[in-house]
């Protein structure tokens, strides 16, 4: 008997047995205010971030599937933690941030 893997069981298998995904250390930041420069939103998050622990690289594009959301790569896995949770709903240029 041949079992097929959907999609959520895929995620399921690889976020592990309880369902929740894998401690990281790059925080994937969402609801961003697109009207701000590339350039300032690197900076301005390299700024907030920072302030946790160090920030290896902060990526923000410009283009259409990634409008206003970024990516904030920490050392380790527990500053990406502290900071995602001090974080979360933090106004950041008039909108909520959303990690």
Do not use: W
């Amino acid at each position: 008997m041949a079992t097929t893997l959907t999609k959520t069981n895929a995620v399921a298998m690889t976020a592990g047995t309880d369902g929740r995904v894998p401690i990281n250390q790059t925080l994937y930041i969402q609801n961003l205010n697109e009207k701000l420069q590339k350039h300032d939103l690197r900076r301005a998050l390299y700024m907030l971030f920072s302030t946790y622990g160090p920030v290896l690289d902060v990526v923000a594009m410009r283009g259409s599937k990634m409008r206003g959301q970024a990516h904030v790569l920490f050392r380790d896995t527990t500053t990406a933690t502290q900071a995602m949770r001090a974080c979360q709903d933090m106004d950041f240029f008039g909108r909520p941030l959303v990690s």
